[in-house]
């Protein structure tokens, strides 16, 4: 997906990230923030990066289905392109999904800037989402974090 694309590609527009761990961009590009994907015993996972972070992982059922995903929804303004920069990545395919459902419906989005401080609209922000997974169908994507810098 992201493997046709350069830096070069990236420095001259501004860019929509989709997925993580299928896009390098996406890990290259978030790697500085608040929440980072990462692997840990070849299992991603989204990590605070502050010491003693908190970790979330796919939740699994009985058979080793995904029950619960999580994903990252960011928009950073003077990222490591110089351009702006919007995420939407889940750990798996169905947190893209709900990542994608988040930044498409205003509703959503609505719940995760309630808490949003003064100025929010000039800041750069990244927001930690948590989906229920029924039969392979991601639910509504619900705020776990937010945060403004």
Known sequence: MGSHYSFEDL????????????NRWTLQMTSNMPFVFAEK?????IEERKPAGRVWSPRLGARGEVTAD???????????TGRLLIVAAGIGPRGTQAAG????????LADALRAAPR???RKNLEVVLE???????????????AQFW
């Open 41 to 45: 015993d070849g299992q991603g996972r």
């Open 101 to 108: 459902d988040f930044i498409a419906r205003e509703d959503y």
């Open 119 to 121: 100025g929010w609209q």
């Open 131 to 145: 989906t229920d997974v029924i039969d392979t169908i991601p639910g509504p994507p619900r705020v776990v974090v």
């Open 11 to 22: 420095r001259n527009s501004p860019a929509v990230l989709i997925a993580a761990f299928n």
């Open 70 to 80: 999580y994903a990252i929804v960011a928009r950073q303004f003077d990222s490591k």
